[in-house]
């Protein structure tokens, strides 16, 4: 019986938006006497679960906050010298709080309605001028999962760019032996489905020839050393091959850039840049290249282009380009990335600019010059001949080195057989590196010499000392005093509509509540400042959390093992299909590739599948947005011998419980395939039904989406994924717990910091709570449907007539009677103050709207009464009264600009075009630029801020 939201544990009644008195009009409105009754109408009867998922009764906001920090304390914050991908670093406070601890910034989606998110669309360009600049090539994409994925995509590009033709000549990467181990981890995880073949060695002693499309370097490489690889750079072009650079963002203020090297690709990770180490994430990697790859770059490009007056207006570039949407001819399956975190990098770049990013780089640079000296007074043996901030050390008994440093919370790297390296970071300090020579004058038992002044830059080669000019532009010179920056975030902030303004229900992405509480603990110490390979001992409190977290996640996914590796869903759907993979495999049955894919799904999926080795075989829907049942059972059959799996989203990606799940699940297994259920509507499932229960054998979980971790404006995501005992032993592993196998991310748990913001939100809700949300969720849907389809023809319904979480509008008929398009209705929304849903996915001409749980009865009263307001105006043109081309929709949106012009040509009034409603009055959202023109910008591509000149 699902009771009132008022009822049980105190955070329920926080997180839903509806009261009791709206809950009986809403259920009034929709035509059933209780919510009890909308589900049973709703959810098919066969797979409701049986009983209460075994999940503690919620806890309240502050018992929750205590018992996190009880957790916390059961970490070891040390002292990290381990490097290895991961530093030290100083968050500027004005960034911590007006960023990451900021809803303004936090809660914010994919830029996608360009108008309403040029603040961040401005500072991930600047991301994108920084990695430019930095790594000197000229584009940037605006962030990657992390360093070992983004060399991964980098791989998968240049394989693709060499080998054109279906005809592989040049299967080869070389792999040099000294770049991260979880990044080779990757590389091997991501090669083999893809007929990439790997040769490891030292790049010295190597021969490039034909058969090789590329090679990947480190640069300073994993033991610290930097390498002067032009030679090696230029003997793989000579063959045909390409060079993918891996490099450090704050060691290339001082070093001649990768580009300079001749580089094609660099890669990195810019979590140094004020981005707390976290256990491993949410950081954001950066990509670069040179201008002839930009149209085989993963993930998402921000360009500059013109808005309908001609003003300057940024938006996300190259779309079609997009690899999500290239669907199975995609070559990567990014989608989220990690908007947030690049957004938090480029401001401690906007913040120090280039001289305090340069002084930063030249302390730990210094330090460790200055470290170097004392244990060479040592006779300790330091191999780097040159460094930026890490030594490699030995001769002498490491084993004693470990325990003495241990016993001190000292944590060094000792994963280089025989050698210990110390990398130092922006946190390092003098007397940090008097404790590391203490440590070994106890060792050796004698005293080193006291430290001579440290000599800038003498440890670097000089023929790669930089000498070029980097963040020469204006916002990287400008934003230096505290309440310059405090302005400049504060400025982009109000650019963008985010949840703290109006509701976003953008149907697939579960835009709900981020509860202050649940973002809280992301910011303390006890889980920031964990390095992901420190020692065991140290890292008890995110043990206990995630073992807690799993077992919630498998109580309601109905399956019995748990990876939190994934960092975003579609890497969940790339780690879930490897698991069908490794499984098939280990039963002598590989050819069992073939992996079917409704039409309607996420364009993530065939991307996914064809990574991981698979062939896609579309199944088709049937007019009621169904699958086709006949069609895939008859496709089941025809490629039955190599059926390797079904990927399916559920309930469907529109909005519908299908009733057929059950008997698509057993034909699949019938065939001797797996069922991967994708969790992007896992909102819909939550405590009334479970992918288990429904007969998949796999599925991810978007914690980003149905656990409560916002979208940071596309990223950071966590998607891990849930099997049951058949896949449990292909999870992904890791190299730091003894086995690299499968690894998909490059630390153990992705992005284990945000994993808290999940926890808080099962731990309060509990599972009543967490049930409750599901079927408030569907009530709220279900509400605005019955408003909504008076005016709109609402597309898809299940079997009695109501729709999941989330509903289908169709807007293609208007196209015809009024001459408007689904984009006129999205840009005329944000006039309306409100964000648009989902456009054309899955349907294309439609919206898709999913309110969530979260939302009040005034908030959807409100977006209804906007998309009836612009129904009666899209009656008006449709009956004569407003002109088929000047009327407010096509001109949408209207900035303060145009309002306050003092001419205005147009057949309809200011108010109308600004105010057409009166609530509006009260919280008017004005976008800062009219209807970007998707179309300039793509032809005249631009990536990177434009040399000033051009503002004027
Ligand atoms: C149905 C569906 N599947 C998969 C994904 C991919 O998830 P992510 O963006 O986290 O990679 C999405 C993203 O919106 C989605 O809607």
Redesign the pocket.
Known sequence: MLQSSTNGAEFIKRHIGPSDVDTQTMLANIGVPSLNELIEKTVPNNIRLKKPMNIPAGLSEFEMLQSLKAIGEKNIIAKNFIGQGYYGTITPSVILRNIFENPGWYTQYTPYQAEIAQGRLESLLNFQTMVADLTGLPIANASLLDEATAAAEAMAMIFNHVNKSDNITQPKLFVDQAIFQQTKDVLITRANPIGIELTEGDYQATTIDATFFGAILQYPNSKGSIEAYETFINQVHAVGGLVIVITDILALTLLKSPGELNADVAVGNTQRFGVPMGFGGPHAAFFATKDEFKRGMPGRLIGVSVDAQGNRALRMALQTREQHIKREKATSNI??AQALLANMAVMYAVYHGPHGLKKIAEKVHGLTQGLDQQLQSLSIQQNNAFYFDTLLVNGFDTTALKQLATAANINFNYSHEGFVSITLDETTSVSDVQEIVALFEKLIGKKAAAQNAVVKNANIQSALVRTSAYLLHPVFNTHHSETQMMRYIKHLENKDLSLNTSMISLG??TMKLNAATEMIPVSWPAFGGLHPFAPNHQTLGYQELTKELSAFLCETTGFTACSLQPN????G?YAGLLTIRSYHQALNESHRNIVLIPISA?G??PASAVMAGFKVVVVACDAAGNIDVDDLKAKAALHAANLGALMV?YPS?HGVFEETIIDICQTIHDFGGMVYM?G??MNAQVGLTSPGNIGADVCHL?L?KTFAIPHGGGGP?M?PICVNDKLAPYLPGHNYNGDGSNAVSAAPIGSASILLISYAYIKMLGAEGLTLSTAYAIMNANYMKSRLEKCYTILYAGKNGTCAHEFIIDLRPFKASAGIEAEDVAKRLIDYGFHAPTMSFPVAGTIMIEPTESEDKAELDRFCDALIGIYEEIKAIENGQMDKIDNPLKNAPHTQKVICANEWTHAYSRQTAAFPLPYIIESKFWPTVARVNNTHGDRNLICTCEPVASYA
């Open positions: 989608c989220t697939s992405c975003s869903g579609a890497q759907e996420h993530t999926n989203t990606t994708d992007a509507n978007n980003h995501g998607g």
